[in-house]
């Protein structure tokens, strides 16, 4: 049984124009996704900056409302829901932001930030309890109890990010949206969070939405991936699997920008022409063929479908299993 599950979600931003500011056009952040992710599972959603990732991030915990499509946690349809049933329901979902200073209220205490969530849901029934269950989350996160009457800026990036982990863990949530969690923070500091987020997922059975650019930081934490492109999923697969024998030219182009740590591994790069097309006015046909170094006559006209080339590994591409890009 799924824990998630997204079908067909859309997010079209309204643009307006001249003097009465009427709506002509639309942002396409996100345009037609689905997917599904499974109680404890980590699921990574990677792509380049713009391709309405962090939007669907939002946008499935309700901070962005949905144009279109439905969300389902637990079975119950969260498009459906508002005000105070919405709220509710908020316990089982919380997010990870991207930037672990900006994301924290400098004017609140560590005790203040982490305690919210716990007075927004009355669940402490006494100022002790509610002590001690900030000191526990503390201490589950890597943080001395003592740094509880602290404020943001005496703590260091990563030292900020435990503390906007130990927030999203006050609820005892099912699901976390990390919304690329570790990309301000140094290397090693990277290497010390995705560690943490691990052992707190093997020992409360959190599943993870786990949004990052980076290909290598998404195989070390993920089972799953999914590799979106101006605003749609074009590739779906296993991890290793996908950084192993990737089918779309995009995700190819992708992990061919990976560093390699072993200098004998030489891997050709694939330098992608051109930008990324506006979600204004996407291209018709496949969304990638404008910059597809394969790319042929139908690409341009003919949108293609998610198809299986091997088991469980789907492409939106016409050339799978027909044809390879470029490795």
Partial sequence: ?????????????????GMFSRVRESVKAVDGVSFSLAPGETLGLVGESG???????????????????????GGE??????????????????????DPFGS?????????IVGEALDIHDLTDSPAARRRRIEELLSAVGLDAAYAQRYP???????????????ALAVEPELIICDEPVSALDVSVQAQIINLLRDL?????????????????????????LVMYLGKIVESAAAKEIIRAPKHPYTQALISAVPEVDPDTKRRQI???????????PPGGCPFHPRCPIAEARCKTEAPGFCEGEKEHFAACHLTGTGSAPR
């Fill in 271 to 281: 330098v992608l022409p051109g930008d990324v097309p506006s979600p204004i006015h």
């Fill in 153 to 167: 800026h005496e703590f260091s990036g990563g030292q900020r990010q435990r503390i906007g982990i130990a927030r």
């Fill in 51 to 73: 391709c309405g990732k962090s939007t669907l991030g939002r946008a499935i915990l309700r901070l962005v409302e949905p144009t279109a499509g439905e969300i389902f946690l």
């Fill in 77 to 98: 349809n969260l498009t459906r829901m508002n005000g105070a049933e919405l709220r509710s329901r908020r316990r089982k979902f919380q997010m990870i932001f991207q």
């Fill in 104 to 112: 924290l209220n400098p004017r609140m205490t560590v005790e203040d």
């Fill in 1 to 17: 049984m799924s824990l998630l599950e997204v079908k067909n979600l859309k997010v079209h931003f309204p643009v307006r124009h």
């Fill in 201 to 225: 997922q093997q020992q409360r059975g959190i599943a993870y939405l786990f949004i990052a650019h980076d290909l290598a930081v998404v195989e070390h934490i993920s089972r799953r991936v």
